[in-house]
């Protein structure tokens, strides 16, 4: 093992530790393909799967297994208009498992997101019966203040300009703090502990995954 994949191997550590204080269950994976072998066969056949935009669960190939799996997806994107979308998400809020990522991950273990609607933060807080989060450890922050910097300046601008977004931050590459009709920096959310016992878990990744 390389000094650099020890040394993310240890702050993985670090990090799984204080998540344990948080009541969040951690792991760690070098690698993004070991991480979703292991996420998938920790998930039950015919479990009732749903997931927020996230490019992480992408780009691992957890979002292909789950749908080369024997389970029960309920995809808001196929939705024919807003009612259906209404009711999916009704659907999503009682899944066994949620999928997403996290905007940035303190040291300390606390998980910070941003987000638009707010369906993404919603079901983290509250909802589906077990919430699975991949993170690559190019997300993780020394403080929630930091962590919330990187996302508007980082993360933000990035998606801004995948989604072809008329935003400050797509033209400049940094955050201006916008009220635009557009921005999608609408709800803040720092997860700080989980209120239930084994419902969060926080898969690390030493690949960079995700903005």
């Not at 760690?28 to 935009?53: K, M, N, R």
């Not at 990522?101 to 910070?112: R, V, Y």
């Not at 601008?157 to 009709?181: E, F, M, Q, Y």
Request: aromatic share 6%.
């Amino acid at each position: 093992m390389s000094h650099k994949l020890t040394a993310l191997a240890k702050q993985a550590d670090t990090i799984i530790k204080n998540l344990a204080r948080r009541n969040m269950e951690g792991f760690y994976f070098e690698t993004a393909d070991t991480c979703t072998q292991s996420i998938l066969h920790s998930i039950p056949e015919g479990s009732v799967i749903s997931w927020g935009g996230s490019e992480s669960i992408k780009e691992s190939g957890l979002l292909e297994g789950v749908h080369n799996g024997a389970y029960e997806l309920i995809d808001r994107a196929a939705a024919k208009d807003p009612e259906e979308s209404r009711a999916l998400y009704a659907r999503t809020v009682l899944a066994d498992y949620y999928l997403m990522s996290s905007n940035a991950i303190t040291l300390d273990g606390e998980l910070i997101n941003i987000d638009g609607n707010g369906n993404r933060v919603a079901c983290l807080i509250q909802g589906p019966r077990h919430v699975i989060l991949v993170v690559g450890m190019n997300k993780v922050v020394t403080d929630v203040e930091s962590g919330i910097s990187r996302v508007r300046n980082m993360a933000s601008p990035a998606n801004a300009i995948r989604l072809s977004r008329n935003l400050p931050c797509a033209a400049t590459g940094t955050c201006h703090n916008c009220l635009s009709p557009e921005c999608f920096c609408n709800q803040i959310v720092v997860t700080r502990r989980s209120g239930h016992t084994g419902r969060i878990k926080v898969y690390l990744v030493g690949e960079p995954l995700g903005y």
